[in-house]
């Protein structure tokens, strides 16, 4: 079983609030993703990180941000939200993988939903 | 350009039917394969991971197979039960220019009546 946690599982907010979701894991895993994804769409890669003082942007192009201060946590900010924002945020992380630190096995948390209003 | 395809969208079956889901994928240069499932509103629940060395992966009644040089993978539901109603992912990690990219596919939404 996973242990990747994330808070709050819903959030319904008005526009202009700044609103972090956060996201922790207990596995040690260096690497840590944010996904987004619309109700019954695919999920699209918004930020990730390699580990501590590493973050990079993904696929979506997405208003908000991210820092990765220490391994087990990795939260996304929010600054002003919009009602464009409305969406669920699904947060992983991966184990290694195999020799050669490629990539292995992803684990998601239960997402966060968030209304904006 | 790398891409995951899965095929049937949604399926409908009675309760006790074996099923197949599909997946293919367009470059046979992957590191692994994996499938999730995810219930409405949740996170994605990982089922069987596939590393490319690997043909077969099994987990009770599930049953995942990888055939990179025909770029597909199927998921195999034994005796399905209508808790196993849920959206099933393949997620496909490509090796793309010394690093790897994971891309999803569009998901197959399985519903499974009694």
């Known amino acids: 079983e996973a242990d990747i946690y994330q808070t709050p599982r819903y959030l319904v907010i008005g526009t202009g609030k700044k609103i972090t979701l956060e996201c922790s894991q207990t596995m040690g895993h260096d690497k840590m993703y944010w996904y987004q994804q619309d109700p019954g769409m695919e999920l699209h890669l918004i930020h990730y990180s390699y580990g501590v003082n590493s973050t990079e942007k993904g696929d979506l192009s997405s208003e908000s941000t991210v820092s990765r201060i220490r391994t087990e946590h990795f939260p996304l900010t929010l600054e002003s939200a919009r009602p464009s924002h409305t969406s669920q945020y699904l947060c992983a992380s991966s184990a290694p993988g195999l020799a050669g630190g490629m990539t292995g096995e992803l684990f998601f948390g239960e997402g966060s939903r968030l209304t904006v209003l | 350009k790398q891409e995951v395809t899965q095929i049937p969208a949604a399926l409908s079956v009675p309760e006790g039917e074996n099923l197949v889901l599909n997946c293919s994928f367009t470059d046979s240069a992957i590191y692994n394969l994996q499938w999730f499932r995810q219930d409405p509103g949740k996170g994605l629940t990982s089922l069987l991971l596939?590393?490319?060395?690997?043909r077969e992966q099994t987990s009770g009644r599930l049953n995942a197979s990888l055939d990179k040089s025909s770029g597909r993978s199927t998921l195999y539901i034994a005796a399905s039960q209508p808790g196993d109603s849920a959206t099933y992912l393949c997620a496909v990690r490509f090796f793309s220019g010394g690093y790897n990219k994971l891309i999803f596919g569009a998901g197959t939404r399985l519903a499974v009546h009694p």
């Open positions: 596939i590393q490319s060395s690997q």
